[in-house]
Nanobody
Framework: QVHLVESGGGVVQAGGSLRLSCTASGNTYSMGWFRQAPEKEREGVAAITRSGSTLYADSVKGRFTISRDNGWNTQYLQMSSLKPEDTALYYC?????????????????WGQGTQVTVSS
């Protein structure tokens, strides 16, 4: 199966930026980022297909950008204008089909998560 490892999380001041990275081994098609805050359900943040189509949650549009390198083995989430409500454990995920979705159920492989904490 696909193995994914996230990095880049940390503590940042509100209004600041962070760049998350995820390296995947194995074949992947669509990749995405999800987050889960305490006492909340896991929610989709952004997704990208191998053709470059992107999908964003309304709450992060204009602030977050998902990208993927030319080898399609690493994806990134550039987060800008961070807000305290962005604080969550962020997961990298991969689908072995061309999912265009922010539904967790459409992504079968998951990383262990990287914590993002936005302080005021």
């Amino acid at each position: 199966q696909v193995h994914l490892v996230e990095s880049g999380g940390g503590v940042v001041q509100a209004g600041g930026s962070l760049r998350l990275s995820c390296t995947a081994s194995g074949n992947t098609y669509s990749m995405g980022w999800f987050r889960q805050a305490p006492e909340k359900e896991r929610e989709g943040v952004a997704a990208i297909t191998r053709s470059g189509s992107t999908l964003y949650a309304d709450s992060v549009k204009g602030r977050f950008t998902i990208s993927r390198d030319n080898g399609w083995n690493t994806q990134y989430l550039q987060m800008s204008s961070l807000k305290p409500e962005d604080t969550a454990l962020y997961y990298c995920a991969a689908a072995r089909f061309s999912a265009y979705s922010l539904k967790p159920a459409d992504f079968g492989d998951w990383g262990q998560g990287t914590q993002v904490t936005v302080s005021s």
